[in-house]
């Protein structure tokens, strides 16, 4: 069962995607939060596996994810909001977030991306997406810190990152280079190591910082 926390100041909200979500058999809505301090209590309370998050909630979303990460490890953050600036999306990813969902995602969207969340997949709205790529494209804009960060990858893993990047699962990324899902899970995890990230997503937003998606 995933154990799933819902954060946001809204009430209304908060029901509507309860109601979504316990439409499935393995999802389970164990806690409520109006604010980041009790986003950050619940989860570890809880033992939260996913937990979605209102950015821009009381004690602020990217509060609430530095929190989470700090007191419950366990729990894998994902911001479900109105606001999709690229600059709000990348602190969000930076401070540890395992993905950005926007809340006109649609219900077996928001089912499918729980899911993936709790399997340590990298969640990103394909809006979200596009907009950081584009974004990159537009300013002609390569980080050369990021970049450099890149320079122990072997090319296989370089491929392998540039898709993750785009929020690919690994079992899209196999599928794509003609691997097994288990050689793609080892190189993410030389991945993560050899570039300093310490999630999958914050190894999609170096991709996308360091050009690799350009």
């Given at each position: 069962m995933i154990r799933v926390l819902i954060a946001d100041d809204e009430a209304l909200m908060r029901t509507g995607v309860r109601l979504v979500l316990e439409h499935d058999d393995?999802?389970?809505?164990?806690?409520?939060?109006?604010?980041a301090h009790e986003a950050v209590e619940a989860c570890r309370a809880h033992q939260v596996d996913v937990?979605?998050?209102?950015?821009r909630m009381p004690g602020d979303g990217i509060t609430a994810v530095t929190g989470i990460a700090r007191h419950s490890p366990r729990t894998h953050a994902v911001m479900l909001t109105s606001f999709g600036?690229?600059?709000t999306v990348t602190s969000a990813l930076r401070a540890g977030a395992h993905g950005y969902l926007l809340k006109d995602t649609?219900?077996?969207?928001l089912?499918?991306?729980?899911?993936r969340a709790a399997a340590g997949d990298?969640?990103?709205?394909?809006?979200i997406t596009?907009?950081?790529v584009d974004f990159r494209v537009r300013s002609g804009h390569s980080n050369e810190a990021a970049a450099g960060r890149l320079t122990e990858l072997t090319r296989a893993e370089r491929d392998?990152?540039?898709?993750?990047?785009?929020?690919?699962?690994n079992t899209e990324i196999a599928a794509r280079l003609h691997l097994s899902s288990g050689t793609v899970k080892a190189h993410i995890s030389s991945i993560l190591t050899r570039t300093g990230c310490s999630n999958r997503v914050q190894a999609a937003v170096l991709a996308q910082e360091a050009g690799l998606l350009g």
């Open positions: 393995e999802i389970s809505v164990v806690a409520e939060a109006q604010n937990a979605l998050l209102d950015i600036e690229e600059e649609g219900p077996r969207d089912i499918e991306a729980v899911r990298p969640v990103l709205a394909p809006q596009r907009q950081l392998i990152l540039s898709l993750l990047g785009t929020g690919l699962s």
